[in-house]
């Protein structure tokens, strides 16, 4: 069964400090895909990035950048000199190609809290 | 900027009423889905639908809900009777396929639901 392990529930950091949000996965499958999500205060959830299970190059978009390795079965997030607006609660999704179709499986989520 | 829609936004209602959620998924996508978050579960699927045709609905009570896709422009999401245990927010998320068959979704802006 796949299964998708957001640890760190809640985070606080002071605005410019780096934060980085740790997601671990469980699957069978060979062919999977890898998502993170961000659910602002306002409630929706916004994608933010996609990987699949064979393309462990790590990716960079301003200030995030997405850690991926296999070997340890981790899809890192870190934010970079975070600000306010990154406040947020964000989720990390996995999605079994082979096994569950397009099931989208959540995890727990981390709050994060950027203070000023 | 195309955006998946759901009306209505909240809806607060008395147990033992019907209740009817709508989203309209972004044009071109074929894959529709449906989702409950509450604090105790987090993000769940409740269903699916591919070309308009049910895939999975196998997170959904069936005894009081149904889902449905009249067309390729509208999915539906009916409780009856409702119960304060499906007080929550319903996401509805739409996409296109990827490669190996997982889907890449997109939300809503969720449905708040409070049944009395």
């Known amino acids: 069964a796949q299964k998708v392990t957001q640890a760190q529930t809640e985070i606080s950091v002071v605005e410019k400090e780096d934060v980085t949000l740790d997601c671990v996965y469980e699957?069978?499958?060979?062919?999977?895909?890898l998502f993170w999500y961000k659910q602002p205060p306002s409630g929706e959830l916004v994608f933010l990035i996609r990987r699949n299970s064979f393309d462990e190059q790590n990716e960079i978009s301003g200030r995030y950048s997405w850690n991926f390795q296999k070997s340890t079965s981790s899809f890192n997030f870190t934010i970079t000199a975070s600000q306010v607006v990154d406040s947020a609660v964000y989720f990390c999704?996995?999605?079994?190609?082979?096994?569950?179709?397009?099931?989208?499986?959540f995890g727990e989520g981390t709050q994060l809290t950027v203070n000023p | 900027d195309a955006r998946v829609t759901q009306t209505p936004r909240h809806k607060v209602t008395e147990m033992g009423q019907e209740v009817t959620m709508r989203c309209q998924p972004i044009l071109g996508h074929n894959t529709v889905f449906w989702y409950r978050q509450t604090m105790m579960q987090g993000l769940e699927l409740l269903a699916y639908f591919r070309n308009r045709a049910p895939l999975d609905d196998s997170g959904m009570p069936k005894d009081r809900f149904s889902a449905e896709m009249p067309d390729a422009t509208l999915a539906t999401l009916k409780i009856q009777p409702s119960e304060p245990r499906d007080s929550a927010v319903y996401f509805c998320a739409s996409g296109p396929p990827l490669s190996g068959g997982a889907v890449e979704q997109f939300f809503g802006p969720g449905t708040r639901l409070t049944v009395l």
């Open positions: 999704a996995l999605s079994e190609a082979e096994t569950s179709g397009s099931r989208l499986t």
């Open positions: 699957t069978r499958d060979t062919t999977y895909y």
